[in-house]
Structures are given as structure tokens and as C-alpha cells.
T-cell receptor, first 114, second 117 residues
Framework: DAMVIQNPRYQVTQFGKPVTLSCSQTLNHNVMYWYQQKSSQAPKLLFHYYDKDFNNEADTPDNFQSRRPNTSFCFLDIRSPGLGDAAMYLC?????????????FGPGTRLTVL | AQKITQTQPGMFVQEKEAVTLDCTYDTSDQSYGLFWYKQPSSGEMIFLIYQGSYDEQNATEGRYSLNFQKARKSANLVISASQLGDSAMYFCAMREHHSGGYNKLIFGAGTRLAVHP
């Protein structure tokens, strides 16, 4: 089945220690998104790739960066995680060629910062 | 600016009963799309149903239907014959179009549904 995969599902890091979260997709979608979701809140868009073009949200901290080496993979790098960065990180994909632009989400990575 | 409002922080329903989750939206666009997602405690956001602004029929997907009232700007989710596995957080979202050809989702605050046996 076509899907969005995120690894790892759970990640524990130390304050200030860089961490990378991974997302891959078999849907062949051209748009990939990264969201941050804190407890009992709606997901907050951090940035997205439209094909190879990177689009950062205005309020995304510089501490968060992303890479998309090819259509299938996208990475979220947190350079110096703080306690406030503990959250669920959701990757999503969509196709700009469809009629609905439905975003399909992966299972998420729950990040703990000690 | 576009906005999604979900006024019910929590709802509960008896197993096998139907439940309606409310969603109202605000937009000045003529063309827009509305989505409902389910998020169980595991964290994954599961796409449930989509309604386009020009769709004349209410969307249905199995036990899920969307009660779309365009003039009232509401897009309520109806779950028929509730099951214990329906217990989750439900988010209503709207597609916001940006220049450059990409779309962004605007989410409501969510409604937590508990299904009781």
C-alpha cells in the first residue's frame, strides 16, 4: 500500500544535541510538509517543499531546518533542541496535480528532550 | 484571513448511536476545500472525508458524512453507528491557497470524541 513512513516513531534527545527526523513516501507526491504538534493543540506547519522549492513559515524558528534529497525523502533537522521543542512531529504529503490537494500524514515521531 | 472554528472541545456518544461534530469556517474565497481528520491517541492524522465548495452533494465515506451548509458556512461531520474505535480527536481543516501554487491547511482546535459502551 502507498503510504507515508516516519522514523523513528519515538526519539529521545538531550538538550542542545542535534537530532534528525526522517520521512519517506511511496505516494509519489510532489509536495511534502513538516508539522509540529504539541499536546491538545492543532498541528502547526513548520515548512514544506513544493517539488524542490523550500517554503519556510514566517514564525518557524531558525533552529529547525529541512532537507529533501529526492522526491521520496524529507528530513527535519533540529540543530539545538530545547525543552520547548518536545512535541509530535508529523510529516504529510500531497499532490498539486490532484483535484483536492488532500494531505496524507505519516504516523508521526514523538520527540522527548531531556 | 481564513478561519476554522470547532466549538465542542469534547463530546461523548453511546456506542451504535450517531454523533455530529460541528465545524464552521470563514473565508472570502469562492473556491475552497474542507477536510476532516481523525487523530487517535497513537498520533497519526487519518484523512476521513473531503468536501469541495462547488460540490452539490454532501460528501460521504462509509459511516462518515459531511453535512455541508454553504450559506451558513458550516461543514459538520456526522458519524453513524459509532464504534469504540471512533474515540479520538477530530480536526476540521480548510485548504488555503497561496501564490506559487501551493495549498496550506488551516486547522480548527479539534473535538475530542469519547464513545461509551
Amino acid at each position: 500500500d502507498a503510504m507515508v513512513i516516519q522514523n523513528p516513531r519515538y526519539q529521545v534527545t538531550q538538550f542542545g544535541k542535534p537530532v534528525t527526523l526522517s520521512c519517506s513516501q511511496t505516494l509519489n507526491h510532489n509536495v511534502m510538509y513538516w508539522y509540529q504538534q504539541k499536546s491538545s493543540q492543532a498541528p502547526k506547519l513548520l515548512f514544506h517543499y513544493y517539488d524542490k522549492d523550500f517554503n519556510n513559515e514566517a514564525d518557524t524558528p531558525d533552529n529547525f531546518q529541512s532537507r529533501r534529497p529526492n522526491t521520496s525523502f524529507c528530513f527535519l533537522d533540529i540543530r539545538s533542541p530545547g525543552l520547548g521543542d518536545a512535541a509530535m512531529y508529523l510529516c504529510a504529503t500531497s499532490s498539486s496535480f490532484g483535484t483536492t490537494d488532500t494531505q496524507y500524514f505519516g504516523p508521526g515521531t514523538r520527540l522527548t528532550v531531556l | 484571513a481564513q478561519k476554522i472554528t470547532q466549538t465542542q472541545p469534547g463530546m461523548f456518544v453511546q456506542e451504535k448511536e450517531a454523533v455530529t461534530l460541528d465545524c464552521t469556517y470563514d473565508t472570502s474565497d469562492q473556491s475552497y476545500g474542507l477536510f476532516w481528520y481523525k487523530q487517535p491517541s497513537s498520533g497519526e492524522m487519518i484523512f476521513l472525508i473531503y468536501q469541495g465548495s462547488y460540490d452539490e452533494q454532501n460528501a460521504t465515506e462509509g459511516r462518515y458524512s459531511l453535512n455541508f451548509q454553504k450559506a451558513r458556512k458550516s461543514a459538520n461531520l456526522v458519524i453513524s453507528a459509532s464504534q469504540l474505535g471512533d474515540s479520538a480527536m477530530y480536526f476540521c481543516a480548510m485548504r488555503e491557497h497561496h501564490s506559487g501554487g501551493y495549498n496550506k491547511l488551516i486547522f480548527g482546535a479539534g473535538t475530542r470524541l469519547a464513545v461509551h459502551p
